[in-house]
């Protein structure tokens, strides 16, 4: 699929130290399509990396590096045990002096 028919979210850029790397976490809207996703963005690295080079101002513009964001999903498991009862009932149980902690 080509990008401008992709709706893709960019949930957060990582660099190196020596910020000649960037990390960028995305993911397409609806989860669907990751594969297809990050090879668009791999095909058109090269335009974006120029894009991204013109609008800042570094000596080296950095490597692109796309990863999905897998935090959503993670969020969801979390949400997931939360709701379960054992759960709850354990949290609910906890003494107040212990946040305190």
Same mark, same amino acid.
């Given at each position: 699929p080509d990008l401008n028919r992709m709706s893709i #979210? +960019? %949930?957060? +850029? $990582?660099t190196s130290?020596? /910020? $000649?790397?960037? #990390?960028?976490y995305v993911l397409p809207l609806g989860g669907k399509g990751q594969d297809a996703a990050i090879e668009?963005?791999? $095909?058109?690295q090269y335009h974006l990396r120029k894009m991204i080079g013109k609008a800042i101002k570094l000596?080296? !513009?950095?490597? /692109?590096?796309?990863?999905?964001?897998? !935090?959503?999903? =993670?969020?969801?498991? %979390? $949400?997931? /045990?939360?709701? =379960?009862?054992a759960v709850r009932r354990d949290i609910e149980a906890r003494p107040e002096d =212990?946040?305190?902690e």
């Open positions: #979210t +960019v %949930s957060e +850029v $990582r130290p020596d /910020l $000649r790397i960037a #990390t960028i668009a963005l791999a $095909r058109n000596r080296h !513009t950095p490597e /692109l590096r796309f990863r999905i964001d897998e !935090t959503f999903d =993670q969020m969801e498991e %979390s $949400r997931r /045990l939360f709701a =379960q009862d =212990q946040d305190e």
